[in-house]
């Protein structure tokens, strides 16, 4: 038997060309999929963190509510245990005029562990008090909250007046 070859029929690259194309495609469809994801990450993250920091000077708030009923008696007189209440710089309204950590308070978590929450307590000038409380003493209480990041920092401010009862 004699069986006779023919030359396959030249190819002219076409499909490899078709194949490269489609293979660059599929990979930019990726890496834009996985940037995206990437990014959602990283929002959810930064959302997590800012959650985070306002719990804690939320915390922080409540702590330093909770110290100024703690000590009534002496702040109705107008606390002036540095302990207690801040002395820092005041602008003309008796709040302090930047952030400082010198008379803040560290807040503590149920489970004993130290959050990154702190207050600041100030005595507001007897001029900010409301008509039907001339018998109180009325203080700002600031709390900061920190995040993970330092950079995930919510400052909250409430006003606590100290009655006599």
């Known amino acids: 038997?004699?069986?006779?070859l023919t030359p396959p029929p030249r190819q002219q690259g076409f499909v490899l060309i078709v194949a490269l194309l489609l293979l660059v495609v599929?990979?930019?469809l990726v890496l834009n999929?996985?940037?995206?994801?990437?990014?959602?990450e990283?929002?959810?993250?930064?959302?997590?963190?800012?959650?985070?920091?306002y719990q804690a000077a939320e915390q922080a708030l409540r702590q330093g509510s909770a110290l100024l009923?703690?000590?009534?008696?002496?702040?109705?007189?107008?606390?002036?245990?540095?302990?207690v209440v801040g002395t820092g710089p005041a602008s003309a309204g008796g709040l302090p005029t930047s952030w400082s950590d010198t008379h803040a308070v560290a807040a503590t978590l149920?489970?004993?562990?130290?959050?990154?929450?702190?207050?600041?307590?100030?005595?507001?000038?007897?001029?900010?008090?409301?008509?039907?409380?001339?018998s109180c003493k009325a203080?700002?209480?600031?709390?900061?909250?920190?995040?993970?990041?330092?950079?995930a920092v919510?400052?909250?401010q409430t006003t606590a007046f100290v009655c006599p009862i």
């Open 139 to 151: 203080y700002s209480v600031m709390g900061r909250g920190q995040g993970l990041d330092s950079r």
């Open 110 to 134: 149920a489970s004993g562990q130290q959050s990154s929450g702190k207050f600041v307590i100030n005595l507001l000038p007897d001029t900010l008090r409301p008509a039907d409380k001339t």
């Open 69 to 83: 009923q703690a000590n009534a008696e002496t702040c109705l007189d107008g606390c002036t245990n540095s302990n």
């Open 154 to 156: 919510v400052v909250l």
């Open 26 to 28: 599929v990979t930019i």
């Open 33 to 40: 999929g996985m940037r995206g994801t990437t990014l959602n």
């Open 42 to 53: 990283k929002m959810a993250g930064s959302y997590m963190d800012r959650h985070r920091a």
């Open 1 to 4: 038997m004699h069986y006779h």
